[in-house]
């Protein structure tokens, strides 16, 4: 079979491999239909990989959907030929976060194409029955696999606790900042707004989203920010993007004892004052991938 295979900064080969072979009683083979490229495959390819770089080549991407071709003897909730949606994820089970519901902080997690664990471009993946997830027949595999990102925002949005009278600052608005602006008005948030510095993505989440748009970037933005915080300061401020220029930013309308849900990546650090989070008394959390999310996801799109 094929496979795309890093091996350090823009040196991406398309492989012949060996077609896995089931080994495990609890596992499936999946023939690979459909693939996301998220921005992380795409610093990978870009810069080489993270801090730590690339211990050993690996197969991008994380985002995918398929066809169960085979399955292990234990397997019983799938069957041949059922279409799928496939978590990325594979959490041990039994660490004190796999057992109460937070396994996407299990420090045993093998996650598709991170830190050298190999990903789903390939044509052929073994992978767990537990993180496999039949979709309808009116899904796409193209929509199947963007369950994945769509549970990124899913969980940022319930952990953030967004409900009807929640107003909301989505910080990014690419597509996990779009896919959040979205969820939230699912969950009934009682006004979004979505920022970006990039005229073209605040168009795109003008048009697919209810969201309103602000420019960070604006000559005016300090009115704006400040006719916002006077009026109706914001009770969450998701931020998407890592900048902490964009932080900054948003963190202008947000009120005391706001809640502040960080997504974005950065080795920055934030532009807080201890004695600011204390006065302003803000609440701070990290949203680390997702979990328990895939059947909401995959009964939302279908």
Known sequence: MKAAVLYGKKDLWIEERDEPAIRNPDEVLIKIQSVGICASDRMYYFSGGTLRGIPKPFVLGHECSGIIVDKGKKVRSL???????????????????????????????????????????????????????????????????????????IFAVRSSKISKNTRVLISGAGPIGILAAEVSSLYKAKE???????????????????????????????????????????????????????????????????????????????????????????KIQGIYRFANTYPQAIGWVS
Request: hydrophobic residues 40%.
């Open 79 to 153: 069957q041949i030929g059922d279409r799928v949606a496939i978590e990325p994820g594979l959490p041990c089970n039994h660490c004190e976060f796999c057992l109460s519901g937070n396994y996407n902080l299990c420090k045993s997690m093998k996650f598709m194409a991170s830190h050298s664990f190999d990903g789903c471009l390939v044509e052929y993946l073994i992978w767990r029955e537990d993180r496999v997830f039949k979709i309808p027949e009116n899904m796409t595999f193209d929509e199947a696999a963007l369950i994945e990102p769509l549970s990124v925002a």
């Open 192 to 282: 979004i707004y979505i920022a970006d510095i990039i005229d073209n993505r605040l168009k795109t989440a003008a048009k697919v989203c209810s969201a309103k748009t602000i420019n960070f970037d604006n000559p005016t933005i300090e009115e704006e920010l400040e006719e916002i915080k006077e009026s109706n300061p914001v009770d969450v401020i998701i931020e998407t993007t890592g900048s902490p220029q964009a932080l900054e930013n948003g963190l202008k309308v947000l009120k005391r004892g706001g809640q502040l849900s960080l997504i974005g990546l950065s080795v920055k650090s934030l532009p807080l004052r201890i004695i600011d989070i204390v006065y302003q008394a803000y």
